[in-house]
């Protein structure tokens, strides 16, 4: 069936790491407040970090070709740059057309009637009761700001228009962080980065406001433990100070018993107002969030993210002052765990629910996925724990041990590969995954188990390789075959290679990509770089979330699709050394 | 321009030589009384071609001989893309789950005790699925439209007739005769023991299809586009009879949402599709349950059978390498 067929680009990656097209694409942008999407065509959709939608915009002027890098688009003419120290852009040579101020904050807010649009000279001010947008033509461009209060974007607007297009460009070399590489590697590392560096939100005041899991992910506004997670990976060495806050958000969704939300809410007030009337009243919401600040409650990996956070931190910085400061919240966690050890092998069994990472899958007992988390998440507490308390580190310790003596009992397959879940007196999910690559990550087997299981993943999930699924070469698939029992699977995971039932997962393939550099295997091109191709292949201008023929894509601009720059830049020698 | 350094020396091309995609097409077929509509896409889901022609009437049913003629006929023209791997048909009946027979018009003069399936893979070199068109409809919704990200979605479409498709994880649900969603055989309004044998199509379908909203106003001539227009100029008439169709069809639509609480209901047809005439239906449905409930009108317009077709077809591919 496989036949050679290139597909052409619709995004050319340039020598500089920029993107070109010759048709208008959207661009999803993100600063520390300001979000939102633009089509060159001339409408831009702007957002409001914990407040929600603002207002559209359209406008006139541009023609392509267009340019794009990390939150600007550069066209003959006119251009669009967004400022990081205030929550405003200038669109270069744009003629404003309209302003409309939204009519809810997010789809679940509640319709408001629109306030007339106040025109003050140049100046035209669109107000909702979450928000504020204010528009300005100046004879070189419009100023679009936006803000919690008139006051917010109103001083936003103090900002030249130099002074903008300094910050802009000035962010676009942050992300270029590797600027000897191909024009296709470097293009991919300058947006993948930029996924993890924009995730990094303010508040009003200008405090940290949390990592937000992706542009679509911000109403309402809030910080998912395993999103955070893989996405702080790249900014662990870039801004320390950032994840010790985030532990501090993390740290609020603990409970007393070591349970923990999905997510975080960090609203603004206003927003928190609407979001707390639709948690208690919609009818799958109010099941599903049962605490005011939760984010989908009780998932079962979120607290081993909390710890692991915690540990990647310490070893990252030498700080161990979060550990000290939630101990016991730790301990809450260990507890918590261990006692779901029903077979007493050190293994939490997980209970028949969809509540981790794969949230459209009802996986249960030993779960691949969590089983590594979970003994990452001990070794934390026993190379950390033990200037506090050397009984909870030593028990740590033991766990561990008896943890990896028995993974391959419960879960090693005839194949070499690990089960994706299940227990074998009942019924066992055996196809290969990339979720359960965290066993390698956190070094639950050994390394002999762990090339073997690199090579079946080399010939099984990336798509090159495996002819028995029908689209050719697309990608790296996150689960091969699919689910074989469909009663596991709901929603998008329902359909065979949909979401988590084989799509492309860019936070998996670049974890895939780092486990191949880290066990010295060659060709993390692969999986680096086959997702990024299919991006400029469809005009997906930014880091996707997931994606897979003929099912589409998720959101752009996803804070843990940095795992592939991550992971490249990590291990930028070998890299060369496998490239040269 | 750029403020990213234009010096790039290139350690080597990271991927070699540009990726290669499997081959292959799917056909999506909506056959409607007065139309046939036919698509083609490849196997990323890529619309390639749409064709369009009258439905053919008449003895011998010439209708089966069109659809494999069309179907053919984009697939010679798309032949560099692989070989037709299958081919979805839509039509406007229930279809037997376990038996593949279907009722259609007598005007197609299709022969009744034969799966249109088999008659079709007669003269096509792939497999053929034959769907209910709502269904199809609803399976578009599932996968290209407003609830893409829904566990669950009823699709109900309000026009000339009303009917219902409804797609749970991921799976269309048919019920046991393939009857599930005859939604206009719902026993609603007075007495309906004495007037379901009197009804014209049924007894909520008389209430709610495009005949009934044309007696609702004037001498009952006035097409349904033009009633919607003139409600929306400011005529009084036209807008209490477009306003007693919402609440008429609230009804309806609170019946699915107690029996099968999807996660999202989408509305779609030349009635349901109207922005206003949602809007009217959500009112109504506050005074009916004691919970909210989402209701969208359809953003896949007229093409969304034959777009459900080429997904369903897509599905099934999927699955069968799957298995």
Not at chain 1, 206 to 230: C, E, V
Not at chain 1, 401 to 417: E, F, N
Not at chain 2, 310 to 323: D, R
Request: glycine fraction near 10%; proline fraction near 6%; charge should be negative.
């Amino acid at each position: 069936m496989t036949k050679p067929r290139p597909k052409p680009r619709v995004l050319s990656p340039l020598a500089d790491g920029q993107l070109v097209s010759e048709k208008p694409v959207l661009l999803p942008f993100m600063a520390p407040r300001l979000q939102g999407d633009c089509w060159p065509d001339g409408k831009i959709e702007i957002s409001v970090w914990g407040c929600g939608k603002i207002a559209n915009l359209t406008f006139s002027g541009w023609r392509g070709p267009f340019t794009y890098a990390p939150n600007r688009i550069e066209t003959s003419g006119g251009g669009l740059y967004v400022a990081q120290s205030a929550p405003v852009l200038f669109l270069k040579g744009a003629k404003l057309r309209t302003l409309v101020p939204s009519r809810r904050c997010a789809w679940w807010g509640s319709t408001m009637k629109r306030e007339p649009v106040e025109r003050l000279g140049e100046r035209r001010i669109a107000r909702t009761g979450w928000g504020v947008a204010i528009a300005e033509q100046r004879p070189a461009g419009i100023f679009l700001s936006a803000g919690a209060s008139i006051e917010e974007a109103t001083r936003a607007l103090d900002l030249a228009q130099e002074d903008v297009i300094a910050e802009a460009n000035a962010y676009v070399a942050r992300c270029d962080e590797m600027p000897e590489a191909s024009p296709l590697m470097r293009s991919m590392v300058s947006q993948s980065l930029h996924a993890a560096l924009s995730s990094i939100r303010q508040d009003e005041h200008g405090d940290f406001g949390g990592l937000a899991a992706g542009q679509a992910y911000s109403a309402p506004a809030r910080t998912y433990y395993r999103d955070g997670y893989w996405t702080l990976q790249a900014l662990l060495a870039r801004t320390p100070d950032a994840i010790r806050s985030q532990i501090e958000l993390l740290a609020r969704g603990i409970q007393p018993d070591g349970e923990a939300p999905s997510g975080v809410i960090l609203t603004g007030p206003a927003q928190a107002e609407e979001w707390e009337k639709v948690r208690r009243s919609h009818p799958q919401i109010k099941e599903e969030h049962l605490r005011p600040g939760d984010w989908w409650s009780d998932h079962f990996d979120s607290p081993l993210f909390f710890i692991l956070t915690i540990g990647d931190y310490i070893r990252s910085t030498g700080d161990n002052s979060p550990l000290s400061a939630h101990w016991g919240k730790v301990v809450a966690i260990l507890d918590r765990y261990c006692a779901l050890d029903t077979a007493g092998n050190g293994l939490p069994v997980k209970p028949a629910h969809d509540r981790d990472w794969a949230d459209n899958v009802y996986r249960h007992g030993y779960v691949s996925y969590d089983i590594g988390l979970w003994v990452g998440a001990l070794d934390v507490i026993a190379a950390y724990g033990g200037a506090i308390d050397e009984n909870i580190a030593a028990k740590a310790a033991a766990t561990a041990k008896k943890a990896r003596a028995s993974i391959d009992d419960v879960l090693l397959q005839a194949s070499g590969t690990y089960a994706d879940y299940g227990t074998k007196q009942d019924f066992v999910e055996d196809h290969l995954t990339l979720d359960s690559l965290t066993l390698l990550r956190y070094r639950a087997v050994s390394a002999e188990s762990a090339t073997r299981v690199l090579a079946k993943v080399a010939s099984t999930l990336e798509s090159r390789s495996n002819s028995d699924q029908p689209y050719g070469d697309w990608g790296v698939m996150c689960a091969f075959p699919p689910f074989k029992r469909p009663k596991d699977t709901r929603s998008k995971s329902a359909f065979a290679y949909r979401y988590h039932n084989g799509s492309d997962w860019p936070y998996l393939s670049g974890l895939y990509a780092e486990q191949r550099l880290v066990h010295g295997l060659e060709d993390a091109e692969y999986p680096l770089l086959r997702w990024w191709e299919t991006c400029l292949e469809e005009g997906w201008m930014g880091a996707v979330e997931y994606f897979s023929p003929p099912w589409g894509r998720g959101s752009l601009l996803q804070g843990w699709s940095s795992m592939p720059a991550m992971a490249a830049l990590a291990h930028k020698d070998k890299l060369c050394l496998a490239m040269s | 321009m750029s403020n990213i350094s234009t010096i790039a020396p290139d350690l080597r091309p990271a991927v070699g030589n540009r990726r290669t995609k499997a081959l292959g097409l799917v056909a999506g077929v909506d056959l409607g009384g007065t139309k046939v509509l036919a698509g083609l896409s490849d196997l990323d889901g890529d619309l390639l071609a749409t064709m369009e022609e009258p439905t053919a009437h008449g003895e011998g049913a010439p209708v089966l001989e069109q659809i494999v003629r069309m179907i053919l006929t984009l697939a010679e023209r798309h032949r560099d893309r692989g070989p037709l791997l299958k081919a979805v048909v839509g039509v406007p009946s229930a279809v037997s789950p376990s038996t593949g027979l279907a009722s259609l018009s007598p005007n197609l003069a299709i022969p009744a005790e034969q799966p249109l399936a088999r008659l079709l893979e007669a003269g096509l070199p792939c497999g053929v699925v034959v769907e209910n068109d709502v269904n199809l409809a609803a399976f578009a919704e599932a996968t290209l439209g407003k609830a893409r990200d829904c566990a669950s979605v009823a699709f109900i479409a309000f026009g000339t007739g009303v009917g219902m498709g409804l797609v749970i994880d991921g799976r269309l649900f048919r019920g046991h005769h393939g009857r599930a969603g005859e939604l206009g055989l719902l026993p609603l309004g007075t007495n309906p023991h004495d007037a379901a044998p009197k009804a014209r199509a049924g007894l909520f379908e008389d209430q709610v299809d495009s005949p009934a909203v044309r007696a609702l106003y004037r001498d009952g001539t006035v097409p349904v586009s033009e009633i919607f227009l003139r409600a929306g100029s400011g005529d009084g008439e036209a807008a209490a009879a477009i306003a007693t169709l919402a609440k008429s069809a609230s009804v309806g639509l609170a019946s699915i949402q107690a029996v099968f609480d999807p996660a999202l209901m989408v509305l779609g047809g030349g009635i349901g599709s109207r922005p206003e005439f949602v809007e009217l239906v959500s009112q109504h449905m506050s005074s009916l349950l004691p919970f909210a409930v989402q209701i969208e009108p359809t953003s896949l317009g007229p093409e969304a059978g034959m777009r459900g077709a080429l997904m369903l077809g897509l599905h099934e591919l999927s699955s069968q390498t799957a298995a």
